[in-house]
């Protein structure tokens, strides 16, 4: 990057956040953060629009990243994903406003591969360019399709804004995979029997720096995924952590085990190949690591006081 910004971060409190301001700030940019609690830069909730367009009044922002959820803890039945499936419709709708009134050239979002659906795709290798995204039909998630379906929409579609969506696939990293670490040692949680399924990933400081470098690269009305080379399944990812941290073996449990958490058991059902190719080739990115398993490994090593 050549040129620095002035980066407006919705959700810059939050675990991805706080590694999106890491990356930009290593890159040159100002990282203004918005959000509701205190530590926020600019004070204002994405859902109030009239509170929101009055916090951004008088300031100027080259660019607005989108990375704001309502998520506190991870989803285990569908109404935990009310809120921010209206954050992504509503919410969106009102910053869209917000980055006009700051002037603001670009909009990067935060998206995520489960929008192409919550099935399993078999060996199919799902691309931006021939798969469709969020599509309508499937009853049981089509709020949280709808959700990301009209965010896209917004950001990708709104006259004089450059517009970028990153679909990431699912976290981990520091200040994510800790609290699976801590579930692990106390035997809170089992890994499910992935039969083959598999599900795409990436650490969180990957996706920080894909961001960082959607700030400047990549073609304005266009989607990329945001995946590492290997997909794992979720049950693999488990007993990857408790392997990289030393913690007790997790016990393997049936998936019709997770039913009376209907969210959850729809995503550990889903099984998909999702290519990077299209990030690589025109944002300039590649993840820090082939697969989860080999990031776990060096997230552990890197740990404070870690005994050799």
């Known amino acids: 990057m050549d040129d620095t910004k002035n980066v407006l971060l919705a959700g810059a409190s939050g675990v991805l956040g706080r590694h999106i301001t890491d990356a930009l700030t290593r890159a040159g940019h100002t990282v203004?953060?918005?959000g509701r609690g205190a530590g926020a830069d600019v004070r204002a909730d994405l859902m109030d629009r009239d509170g929101l367009l009055r916090a951004v009044d008088g300031l100027r922002a080259d660019t607005v990243v989108h990375a704001a959820t309502a998520l506190r803890a991870a989803p285990m039945r569908h109404k935990d994903m009310f809120a921010t499936?209206?954050?992504?419709?509503?919410?969106?709708?009102n910053l869209m406003e917000a980055a006009r009134v700051l002037g603001a050239r670009r909009v990067v979002a935060e998206s995520m591969?489960?929008?192409?659906?919550y099935r399993d795709f078999g060996d199919h290798v799902i691309t931006e360019g021939t798969d469709p995204f969020?599509?309508?039909g499937d009853r049981a998630v089509e709020r949280h399709l709808q959700g990301m379906r009209v965010k896209e929409e917004l950001v990708l579609g709104t006259d004089g804004?450059?517009?970028?969506?990153?679909?990431?696939?699912?976290?981990?990293?520091?200040?994510?995979?800790?609290?699976?670490?801590?579930?692990?040692?106390g035997r809170k949680v089992p890994a499910v029997a992935d039969?083959?399924?598999?599900?795409?990933?990436v650490d969180l400081a990957d996706a920080g720096r894909a961001v960082a470098l959607a700030v400047e690269g990549g073609r304005p009305g266009r989607a990329y995924n945001i995946v590492?080379?290997?997909?794992?399944?979720?049950?693999?990812?488990?007993?990857?952590v408790a392997a990289a941290y030393g913690t007790p073996k997790p016990m393997t449990v049936?998936?019709?085990?997770?039913?009376?958490?209907?969210y959850l058991h729809r995503m550990v059902t889903t099984s998909m190949h999702v290519s990077n190719a299209r990030a690589r080739a025109e944002l300039g990115w590649a993840p820090g690591h082939a697969g989860c398993a080999e990031g776990l490994r060096a997230l552990a090593g890197s740990r404070p006081g870690r005994r050799p």
Not at 85 to 93: E, P
Not at 113 to 117: E, H, I, L, S
């Open 161 to 185: 804004i450059e517009g970028i969506a990153l679909r990431f696939g699912l976290f981990y990293g520091a200040g994510g995979t800790e609290t699976l670490v801590e579930m692990l040692r």
């Open 113 to 117: 591969v489960f929008g192409y659906g």
């Open 32 to 34: 203004i953060g918005l």
């Open 228 to 240: 590492d080379d290997t997909p794992t399944g979720f049950g693999a990812h488990v007993r990857a």
């Open 134 to 136: 969020a599509p309508a």
């Open 254 to 262: 049936p998936t019709w085990m997770m039913r009376p958490f209907p």
């Open 195 to 201: 039969r083959g399924r598999v599900l795409p990933w």
């Open 85 to 93: 499936d209206d954050l992504r419709v509503t919410g969106t709708r």
